[in-house]
């Protein structure tokens, strides 16, 4: 599913070879395959077809303003979850009308610049949110588009840290209670009710627990049409998960998952909205890195890379998987031997994977951590005042940074030291 692929023995991001982009990036790097990008995105344009709906890409999961240019090129919303990422958003040129704003905690000033700037939809998780949202609303004599997170108390079977469909989680309203909470939206002049929403959680690798929550959805749907208010959209949520080690597990397909849309609220009679952020993501990118050192520890041995926690969070965060494959492909019958793949942070945490069967790599080889498109980039920080990772974006045989690796004099100049210090 995606592209990057060996040609003649070295790894390529669609047309362009990986050894060219480390030796003129450097390394760590980011690197994106648009052509991936744009395929996930017509995967689940195909899977929905039949059905009026719009993709709205869950930014979270790679906010890059070419990534989001991309996005918005193939007609896609998007997916926000701050005032920075609505801001982002615009900046790309997504306009208003495709965007929906999700979020447990959006405060006023997110509420009314999102207004003031165009909004599709709220997506609103709790009454004080709504009563908030009201008022702003009314204050700037609109009314805002709104429909209710509900929680439809489904186990999405992953990570306990992405998962958000439970009770216990502090995501959207108990669906127990929705349809008090619609009909005191109702009463609101600044509110303008127009669908619910839901979204149980993320790396989901069965599609039972989205069909549940959606059998609840459509319940809840004909309940609150009953009610009298006008259910118009329908917003899924995002979650599909994806393969992290490749051609060993297989998680169901964006088609598989239209099926089960299809199933569930297809009869409804109203517009399916999205939010997938991962799938679409996920493996349209790699990250790059080059090996420093492999150390003989006892009765183990560390490939020590220059990629690091701080790059790549999700293996400390997470225990997350990501394959590790060599740029250059070993030849046939090569020998292998297992390492754990560390990064140079000072902490044990900054560990990749643990007793990995690899090729037998030294200092200076290169190396892709696949399916790192997602919640990669995004998630880094320069903790050890190591330089926040840059991101390349490849299509056909050219390529481009789309963000820099900072100097550390950039970075050291962010701080500041008072001159009464
Ligand atoms: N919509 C809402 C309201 C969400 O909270 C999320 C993800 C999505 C859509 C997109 O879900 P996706 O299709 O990407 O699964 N950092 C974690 C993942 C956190 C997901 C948070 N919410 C990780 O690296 O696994």
Same mark, same amino acid.
């Given at each position: 599913m995606d592209h990057f692929d060996y040609r003649n023995g070295v790894l390529h991001a669609e047309d362009v070879p990986l050894p060219e982009i480390a030796a003129t990036v450097g390394t760590p790097v980011y690197v994106y395959s648009a052509a991936t990008f744009r395929r996930h995105y017509q995967l689940f344009d195909e899977a929905l077809a039949g059905m009026d709906h719009l993709i709205c890409y869950a930014m979270k999961a790679n906010g890059n303003l070419a990534v989001l240019k991309l996005m918005n090129d193939l007609g896609a919303g998007v997916d926000v979850v701050s005032g920075g990422e609505y801001a982002k958003a615009r900046a790309a040129g997504v306009p208003g009308e495709r965007i929906v704003f999700s979020g447990v905690g959006k405060t006023r000033d997110e509420m009314r610049a999102a207004l003031e700037g165009g909004i599709r939809q709220f997506n609103v998780e709790s009454e004080p949110e709504l009563l908030a949202l009201g008022e702003v609303a009314v204050a700037m004599g609109l009314r805002a588009p709104m429909a209710l997170r509900v929680n439809p108390d489904v186990d999405a079977r992953t990570h306990a840290k992405i998962a958000?469909?439970?009770?216990? /989680?502090?995501?959207?309203?108990?669906i127990s209670r929705a349809r008090e909470v619609y009909a005191r939206a109702a009463a609101l002049p600044g509110i303008e009710v127009v669908g619910v929403d839901v979204h149980i959680g993320s790396q989901l690798t069965d599609l039972a627990p989205f069909e549940a929550a959606f059998e609840k959805l459509a319940d809840l749907t004909r309940a609150l049409r009953a009610d009298g208010h006008v259910i118009s959209r329908l917003d899924l949520g995002g979650g599909l998960g994806i393969p992290y080690d490749q051609g060993n597990s297989m998680p169901p397909q964006p088609h598989d998952y239209g099926e089960v849309v299809r199933r569930t609220v297809g009869d409804l009679g109203c517009e399916i909205e999205i939010e997938p952020g991962r799938l679409i993501a996920g493996n349209a990118g790699i990250l790059l890195s080059r090996v420093i050192w492999l150390k003989h520890g006892e009765g183990r041995d560390f490939l020590i890379v220059d990629a690091a926690m701080n790059d790549l969070v999700r293996p400390a965060m997470y225990e997350a998987y990501h394959d590790i494959v060599p740029v250059v492909q070993p030849a046939p019958g090569a020998a292998r031997a297992p390492v754990d793949v560390v990064g140079p942070v000072c902490e044990t945490g900054d560990t990749f994977v643990r007793g990995c069967e690899m090729p037998v790599l030294g200092s200076d080889d290169l190396i892709a951590f696949r399916s #790192?498109? #997602?919640y990669g980039a995004v998630m880094a920080s320069e903790y /050890?005042?190591?330089?926040?990772v840059p991101e390349v974006m490849v299509s056909g045989d050219q390529f481009a940074v789309i963000r820099a690796r900072p100097s550390f004099d950039e970075m050291i100049n962010r701080d500041k030291v008072p001159e009464w210090l």
């Open positions: 958000t469909g439970k009770s216990e /989680n502090k995501f959207g309203i108990p #790192a498109g #997602a /050890n005042m190591r330089p926040l």
